[in-house]
């Protein structure tokens, strides 16, 4: 069965401090994708990064960047130099083969508030 | 240029009164999914339309009920909602069905239970 764990409910920063949003999946297909989303207080969920099993080449886009370890299953993402604009809730996803197509698994969550 | 468009935004209802919330999208995708989001809590898979393919989730109550008549829209409707129903609902669409596939979401219609 997939799960994806988020352990970290909620993050506290003040702006221009670097956070980490750990993510922990587990899945028994050998191909499976991790999407990262974000949903600011207007609720929408915006997508953010997907990620398939076969590259664990990190990635960085701006101030955003992510850490696949397949050793480790795990997704995790980073914002550096943080904003206000930031505060949002963040759930990491899955989704695999055996899942019926794209149903997305998605972890609790993770809300971080980014203090002026 | 709004992709996902959800309406209305925030819906109150009494308890056993039916309520539909709307959902229409101009990606012409083939996937539109419904999502129950309730408070501090993940999204939660409801339903998802194939084309005119109607896929429910084992868990999803027969109160939750969906309809798509053409590509660009879909419906929820909830036939008797209880205090329990009160959720942010959330309609997404993907172009298809495959698990590589990125989901567009919508603003979500967040529904009240009086």
């Known amino acids: 069965a997939q799960k994806v764990t988020q352990a970290q409910t909620e993050i506290s920063v003040v702006e221009k401090e670097d956070v980490t949003l750990d993510c922990v999946y587990e899945t028994r297909d050998t191909t499976y994708y991790l999407f990262w989303y974000k949903q600011p207080p207007s609720g929408e969920l915006v997508f953010l990064i997907r990620?398939?099993?076969?590259?664990?080449q990190n990635e960085i886009s701006g101030r955003y960047s992510w850490n696949f370890q397949k050793s480790t299953s795990s997704f995790n993402f980073t914002i550096t130099a943080s904003q206000v604009v930031d505060s949002a809730v963040y759930f990491c996803a899955l989704s695999d083969l055996k899942a019926a197509g794209n149903k997305l698994t998605f972890g609790g969550g993770t809300r971080v508030l980014v203090k002026p | 240029d709004a992709m996902v468009i959800q309406n209305p935004r925030y819906q109150v209802t009494q308890f056993g009164k039916p309520v539909t919330l709307s959902c229409s999208q101009t990606?012409?995708?083939?996937?539109m999914y419904w999502y129950q989001q309730k408070s501090s809590q993940a999204p939660k898979l409801l339903f998802h339309y194939y084309d005119k393919d109607f896929n429910n989730e084992a868990d999803t109550p027969d109160n939750f009920q969906s309809r798509r008549p053409n590509t660009s829209f879909c419906f929820l409707d909830i036939r008797s909602p209880g205090l329990g129903d009160a959720a942010m609902y959330l309609c997404a669409t993907s172009r298809d069905w495959g698990a590589a596939g990125e989901q567009y979401f919508g603003p979500g219609t967040r529904l009240t239970v009086t």
């Open positions: 990606l012409n995708h083939n996937v």
């Open positions: 990620r398939n099993s076969f590259d664990e």
